[in-house]
């Protein structure tokens, strides 16, 4: 009798390779689910996994983030996530750490071996004690030296499938694009010159998935990862990797296919495996990856940290509350990652029909003025436009006056904590936790305006900031830490509970109100420089004999008190008991 999983496989392999190919699809998900069998064993069908709690967070980081000499960058992250950072790292996004020849690890050439600066296999599992690893699965393209595309200009397989060759043609001239560089590149092969698809940059050239062989690649390597520790996988840019003429070339039905595919591949490794796909686009467009509850587990909820970050550097929350006033029901099993500051930058596509022109000139601005820089994509039309500001997130919550520390301790804490309050998984990144400035002397080194937010530590330098109880890193931990014990403690700040925003109409505040198993929490934030004082009958529950207690702070209010009194840019969670 046929496995329901295999059944489940065989179908969407039917639906995406429909038209293009012509083999046996039942062959073809034996073969799939054959390459995990080994680990499927140890996958209990007959319970349903518990996907994330209230104490998870996702740690983002690249492998050599520490450099501890000449020890591996995985050896010398494990020694500081185990040190410092347990708090903040039940699940550990390792950024791509397979060999690659650019794009901080994005034009990936090997899927056998891992850059040697951060060590190999073993080091990757010891990671993984004790927690969970998130990794990359680059979908769309690999480095102009991976093996397939050598291959493929020799006339060889499997890579001679696997590359995706085309050329300009009226036919492309509706692709979206993320960058601004040409979309097709001349490789010189056996047979001359041959012009393949370069939606990253000419060192990342795309990827054939018409072709079985791909998606046999990359269940090979998502074995491989899963083996050692890897349970959720990122699907980055996975928006982009089927192409249609005539068509976008975004989003395609056989994209959501594809996520399902590997979801299945996934879940048949580990039950309690998560999806988690990237897509840096219009809202709407993101959550397509969640509404019918069988692609991902979770996608990246792109529009949060641009209108947190407008509303922090402006001073008014309207646009933000307006935004979580419409948050996404979503189905069961389902929810959003949440974040402010990632490797990338601030992703200015997921603000489309949520910030007027106006606005966003004044933010690209004050980014500016933060020292930030803004990266530019290129439309259908020729034009470029800002796609993505570069800037890390301590900078960016730097006062615009005479001294840019005022507040911005306060103002970086109150963007965490809110993070932290929403519905879905909070994920913090490694040089964000650790205050870290715009890294101005490596960007000028490499001239790639992403890393003014993609620091290096040198260890001895780093444990020197982080034993001085002063420091900011130091003062940063350990009130996140603290938040993220409470965190734990609290069914109504699960990721799965209610939320209800009571600061709809307003832009000075945002108080949001998390409710689950009974338990109400109520998150109030002061996005401004000023004292203000919240009636505490705003929150719409006063029961006879309750009192109000700030389970963050620590402190019971009186039972005479009417009001809520907060300090600039001030966070409190109150609870009734």
Request: glycine share 8%; aromatic share 8%; proline share 6%.
């Amino acid at each position: 009798m046929q496995d329901p999983q295999e059944g489940d496989l065989q179908k969407l392999l039917s639906n995406l390779y429909s038209n293009d190919f012509p083999g046996d699809c039942q062959t073809l998900s034996s073969q799939l689910l054959q390459s995990l069998e080994w680990q499927s064993a140890n996958c209990d069908r007959g319970s349903v996994p518990v996907l994330w709690s209230g104490t998870d967070a996702v740690l983002i980081t690249y492998a050599d983030t520490v450099d501890d000499g000449d020890q591996p960058g995985l050896q010398s992250l494990r020694r500081l996530v185990n040190a410092h950072l347990g708090a903040f790292a039940s699940v550990i996004h390792v950024l791509p750490f397979l060999k690659s020849t650019s794009d901080g690890g994005f034009a990936v050439s090997s899927y056998e071996h891992l850059d040697e600066r951060h060590g190999d296999w073993s080091d990757l599992a010891s990671l993984a004690s004790g927690r969970r690893l998130m990794a990359d699965l680059v979908l769309n393209h690999v480095s102009a030296s991976h093996p397939w595309v050598r291959q493929f200009l020799n006339g060889e397989e499997p890579g001679g499938s696997c590359i995706l060759e085309a050329a300009p043609d009226p036919c492309w001239d509706d692709v979206v694009r993320p960058r601004s560089s040409a979309l097709f590149t001349p490789l010189g092969g056996i047979e001359g010159r041959r012009m393949v698809w370069t939606t990253f940059g000419p060192d990342q050239v795309d990827l054939n998935w018409r072709s079985p062989e791909v998606l046999i690649g990359f269940t090979r390597l998502l074995n491989q990862m899963c083996s050692n520790g890897v349970r959720w996988i990122r699907l980055d840019a996975v928006g982009f990797v089927w192409k249609e003429p005539n068509t976008t070339c975004i989003h395609r039905p056989e994209a959501h296919r594809l996520v399902e595919i590997l979801r299945v591949l996934l879940q048949e490794t580990w039950a309690d495996g998560v999806v988690v796909t990237e897509t840096n686009v219009p809202e709407q467009e993101n959550l397509s990856y969640l509404r019918n509850g069988q692609e991902a587990h979770l996608a990246y909820n792109f529009p949060l940290p641009p209108l947190l970050l407008e509303a922090t550097v402006s001073g008014r929350a309207d646009l933000l509350n307006a935004w979580l006033s419409r948050w996404p029901s979503l189905p069961d099993r389902t929810g959003l990652l949440n974040f402010s500051a990632c490797h990338d930058g601030v992703g200015l596509r997921p603000l489309e029909g949520l910030m007027p022109d106006r606005r966003l000139l004044q933010l690209l601005i004050g980014c500016e003025q933060r020292g930030g820089l803004i990266s530019h994509r290129r439309l259908s039309n020729g034009d470029d436009v800002p796609y993505e500001i570069n800037i890390s997130w301590w900078s960016a919550m730097a006062d615009g006056g005479i001294d840019p520390s005022h507040y911005q301790l306060e103002r970086f804490l109150l963007t965490q904590l809110l993070v932290m309050v929403l519905p879905g998984v909070p994920a913090f990144y490694l040089p964000a936790l650790l205050a870290t400035p715009n890294d101005v002397s490596r960007f000028r080194r490499t001239g790639q305006r992403r890393d003014l937010n993609r620091p290096q530590f040198r260890t001895e330098t780093l444990e020197r900031r982080l034993q001085d109880p002063e420091s900011n890193a130091t003062r940063v931990l350990q009130s996140l830490r603290h938040a993220m014990t409470i965190r734990g403690t609290m069914a109504s700040l699960h990721p799965d509970a209610d939320l209800r925003v009571i600061s709809s109409n307003r832009s000075d505040l945002v108080v949001l109100e998390r409710s689950d198993q009974g338990q109400s929490l109520f998150a109030v934030h002061n996005m401004t420089p000023t004292r203000l004082n919240l009636p505490l009958g705003n929150l719409g529950v006063t029961p006879d004999g309750c009192r109000w207690f700030d389970c963050l702070n620590g402190f019971e209010l009186q039972a005479a008190q009417r009001q809520l009194q907060l300090e600039p840019y001030d966070v409190v969670w109150l609870v009734q008991r």
